[in-house]
């Protein structure tokens, strides 16, 4: 049965293990501001918690014992970014994390949202609803799609019904990510769950969420405040996901400009990386621009 939207709990999860610094910080509190929802965090070392957002809709869960049960290699916590392996093994504790959340949460529906995805509005309501109005629909997922009959689907914002079908998936997704992984040390979960959907001949179970609205970091210069063609409006997304850079800075860079497209507060980032970051996106623009006039594709 259908659980109405006026009486139902979201629960948002987040896995904080990598020695990231402000992205997280970000993400989280722009959670807090847009929602009431309790918050899970997975974390692997007492460290992980190190300068997070303090609020009582908080839980802290430990995956020592599930990363070392896996055989992932935490070692010291600095940052591994998307260019190594071990990253790749890293986001196999999102399986895990579901598993454990679902036990302890008692919510109805479960929204994982990675530390470089930030919501700009209120998601909740609208999710909700949709789901009130589509109720065999089981999981709501960002995607980067391109290609017609190719999805491509992208773990950094997905919302889950809980159930029957949540628990059946996260377990074929846990046992498919480790068995990708022995013949491919670079299998993530996107990889996962994209052959997971496209095995399944596109399930209607899944639905896809739309990109203009739940743009990945490619899309960004879709909502620039200069119009192409006046009177011209953009939709308001409602999220940002900062992927599609790689590296810290890159990714801390261009969630400034999200922000600043979108009159948000970047406070929680120190005033001095804010200043240089101000004239970065100048220099990084002009730096493409004359490497396309000296090297012309």
Known sequence: MAVSIHNSKCAVV?????????????????????????????????????????????????????ASELGIPVGTGNY??????????????????????S?????????????????????LPDLLEAFEKSPTTQMMIQHFTWVPGQPQLCMGFVVFRMGNYFDTLVNEASNLHALMLKTNPRSGDDDVITMLYRREHFPAEIQLLPQTTF????????????????????????IFHANFVVGLKKKLLITSV?????????????????????????????????RRIVKPK
């Open 215 to 238: 743009p990945v970091g490619n899309l960004l210069n879709l909502f620039s405040k200069r119009d192409q063609f006046p009177g011209l409006q953009p939709f308001s997304p409602y």
């Open 258 to 290: 999200a922000y600043r497209q979108h009159n948000l507060d970047l406070s929680a980032v120190p005033f001095i990386k804010r200043i240089v970051m101000l004239y970065q996106v100048p220099i990084f623009r002009l730096y493409f621009n004359l």
């Open 14 to 66: 987040f896995l904080v293990i990598n020695q990231i610094q402000d992205l997280p910080v970000l993400a989280i509190n722009s959670v807090i501001q847009n929602s009431n929802s309790p918050i899970f965090i997975g974390t692997v070392r007492e460290q992980d918690q190190e300068g997070l957002p303090k609020d009582a809709r908080i839980t802290f869960i430990d995956l020592s014992a599930d």
């Open 80 to 101: 591994e970014s998307f260019e190594k392996d071990v990253f790749f093994s890293l986001v196999q504790l999102k399986w895990a994390l579901f598993k454990h959340v």
């Open 103 to 123: 036990t302890i949460s008692g919510c109805d529906f479960l929204i994982y949202n990675d530390i470089d995805v930030f919501w700009l509005r209120p998601v």
